[in-house]
DNA sequence: CTCCAGGTCCAGA
DNA sequence: TCTGGACATGGA
């Protein structure tokens, strides 16, 4: 299947750190395996167009609606093309775009990454799929990692997570009614029960409310941001993560999610 | 061996 | 409110 695109980058989206379930696989042209929707499928990109290794008809319409190809980007990109210190970014990523992936898969993959690498945070996103997900190899609900115990989590790789993640799945279960809530607050409301579940902190709650809640003021500072941010907009001086995300909303207000992609990979990879 | 990874939690100023 | 250290695990 082939879907036509307008201002999308699916190497940058996929590989800036957003998602941990897909593996790329480069050979000349960056493909990438993974599963939505409870359907296996290969992504890669020639151009405009992404091609689907799957004909199957109602894939499209999920994966217009995961990478928010619809999304009008007019006023993320007014922005960025104001911001003459991030336009190494911003030229070299354009197309880049916020995932909208699951709630709940959000919560857990950011509550696994704290104090973590991508690589791991990967495998242990295909430990939990293999061995507490009934469907094959698609991540686990939240009623799947609540039947399981800290124990499992541990041996499959969590550390000290494991009950980080198992309780909040816990708490998910005995209340779901408060994924809607989430999503109906505003950005402070929301951040603010989010932080109520153990593992969740400030910057896990941004990621969480950026990726799975879709609220574009959240601006996740972690070590990379910090780092940029500092040399960036604060001259190297030792600002805290509180600074640096104030000052980031109050510049970018609800671009500011979107702007934070961008210095995170810029960063990353090199070019910031 | 030491250091670090998309931090959080807890205790003590 | 703000800062310092502990915390599992695996790779560099």
């Known amino acids: 299947m082939k879907i036509r695109t307008k201002n999308f ?8 750190a957003q998602v941990f379930g897909f593996v790329k696989n480069e050979e000349g042209l ?16 020639e151009g ?29 990109y007014a922005v960025l093309e104001r911001e003459e210190k991030l336009r190494e970014s911003f030229e070299k990523f354009k197309g880049l775009r916020i995932i909208r992936q699951d709630s709940w898969e ?33 991540f686990p609900s939240f009623d799947e ?6 124990k499992e989590l541990r041996d499959l790789g969590l550390g000290y997570r494991a009950p ?6 816990q708490g998910v279960k005995e209340n779901p009614e408060c ?18 579940f153990p593992g969740i902190g400030p910057k896990v709650a941004d990621c969480v409310l950026l990726y799975g809640f879709q609220k ?5 500072v972690d070590v990379w941001i910090l780092r940029i941010m500092r040399k960036l907009y604060f001259g190297n001086r030792k600002v805290s993560e509180k600074r640096v995300l104030e000052y980031a909303q109050k510049r970018w207000g609800s671009c500011a999610g979107y702007v934070q992609q961008y210095v995170f990979h810029g960063g990353r990879m090199g070019v910031l």
């Open 48 to 76: 405009p167009v992404l091609n689907v290794s799957t004909e199957e008809k109602s894939i499209k319409k999920h994966i217009e609606t995961y990478f928010d190809l619809k999304r009008d980007l007019s006023q993320e």
């Open 145 to 150: 990692v609540a039947a399981s115990s800290e």
């Open 106 to 138: 959000a919560i857990a993959c950011f509550i696994i990454s704290a104090n973590n690498n991508f690589k791991r945070i990967q495998n242990i996103w295909h430990q939990l799929s293999e061995n507490l997900s009934r469907k094959n190899s698609c």
């Open 179 to 196: 994924l809607n809530q989430i999503r109906k607050s505003d950005y402070e409301e929301a951040k603010r029960l989010l932080v109520q």
């Open 216 to 220: 574009y003021e959240a601006f996740p």
């Open 164 to 169: 980080y993640l198992f309780k909040t799945a």
């Open 30 to 45: 960056p493909k990438y395996t993974g599963i939505l929707k409870g359907v296996n499928l290969t992504l890669w990109q």
């Open 9 to 16: 980058n699916l190497e940058a989206t996929l590989d800036s």
